[in-house]
């Protein structure tokens, strides 16, 4: 499964990370590899979280809506995640 994330560079430093597919994934890193990093956990947990609940697992349509609060940049990423595993890749 693939999912689009969204890291936004905050005003004291670092990035908060949305993952739009998601609702409620949010987490931040202090450079783009930590909050990539921290993406991947949140995700992992994420997933993991529903799976523990019996949910179905959103999969990321063909296009994704990106909102960003009112910054006038952000980065975004694919990531691809292992399912079986619950491993997060960057794409």
């Given at each position: 499964?693939?999912?689009?994330?969204?890291?936004?560079?905050?005003?004291?430093?670092?990035f908060?990370?949305?993952?739009?597919?998601?609702?409620?994934?949010?987490?931040?890193?202090?450079?783009?590899?930590?909050?990539l990093?921290?993406?991947?956990?949140?995700?992992?947990?994420?997933?993991?979280?529903?799976?523990?609940?019996?949910?179905?697992?959103?999969?990321?349509?063909?296009?994704?809506?990106?909102?960003?609060?009112?910054?006038?940049?952000?980065?975004?990423?694919?990531?691809?995640?292992?399912?079986?595993?619950?491993?997060?890749?960057?794409?």
């Open positions: 499964m693939d999912y689009t994330v969204v890291l936004e560079p905050c005003e004291e430093g670092g908060s990370v949305t993952v739009p597919a998601l609702p409620g994934c949010i987490t931040e890193g202090d450079n783009v590899l930590d909050a990093r921290m993406a991947e956990d949140a995700i992992t947990l994420y997933l993991e979280s529903l799976a523990a609940h019996g949910e179905t697992i959103p999969v990321e349509g063909p296009t994704v809506t990106i909102e960003t609060a009112g910054v006038s940049e952000a980065l975004i990423f694919r990531v691809r995640v292992d399912s079986a595993a619950g491993r997060v890749n960057v794409a």
